[in-house]
């Protein structure tokens, strides 16, 4: 996925649109928050996840703006959700780059991810306590990443320098593993017989954004009315 891409641009700028005090989400930190969501072992529904973009309070100024918004977001929820499905080795995060010294900042991404594990916290203390060790270490390394990131890390500032340099090429190792784990857990409760979520009928993330109808069901399982819930949007 291209920092270039016009979809993420527009992205960018709908979310820079959204006034300072209702503190949203960087380009950044929505791609750690929505890579988090789509490898996470449980299905959040949109509903539960949209609010923490922004300000839980903050009001769209009209429809037109939140449908804009919100269907960019979910744009882009789609795009990651597909290539983790379909071409899991081309996963590349979006990462902000240093304006000044044209660093590439890792940092908010990793706390986009975070963010989203604070939704589901015992789902990723399953991974943890697995015996799939190469995904039980990437979640050991996201936190210990967010801990450096928060000043939380007692680690020597030589190593800190090699930890920075190195983290912009671990992130999609990190994302591919845990993907796998989950991909792998789904397919093992198919075979079993098992009871499958919705969202991941053939071990897979699925996209949302189906056209649905406005006295349907909200898709985002509220159980209301699509009229009344997200389609209020």
Known sequence: ?????????????????????????????????????????????????????????????????????????????????????????????????DPNGGDTLWEPWIDGFEQAMQLRPDAWEAIVLSDDEEASASISMIVALNDFYYGRSELTEEAEDELDRMVPSLIPEFVRN???????????????????????????PRPFGRKVGRNEPCPCGSGRKYKRCCGAY
Request: hydrophobic content about 45%; glycine content about 8%; charged content about 25%.
């Open 1 to 97: 996925m291209s920092n270039t891409d016009p979809d993420l641009d527009r992205l960018h700028e709908l979310l820079n649109a959204i006034p300072a005090e209702r503190d949203a989400m960087s380009i950044a930190e929505l791609d750690g928050y929505v890579a988090a969501l789509i490898v996470c072992p449980e299905m959040i529904m949109p509903s539960e996840w949209l609010p923490g973009i922004w300000d839980e309070d903050h009001a769209f100024a009209d429809t037109a703006e939140a449908k804009t918004t919100i269907g960019a977001v979910m744009g882009h929820y789609n795009r990651v959700a597909l290539e983790l499905a379909e071409a899991p080795e081309d996963y590349a995060p979006v990462l902000e780059i």
């Open 178 to 204: 845990l993907n796998a784990w989950t991909k792998s857990r789904h397919m093992e409760k198919r075979a079993a017989g098992g009871l499958i979520d919705a969202g991941y009928g053939n071990g897979e």
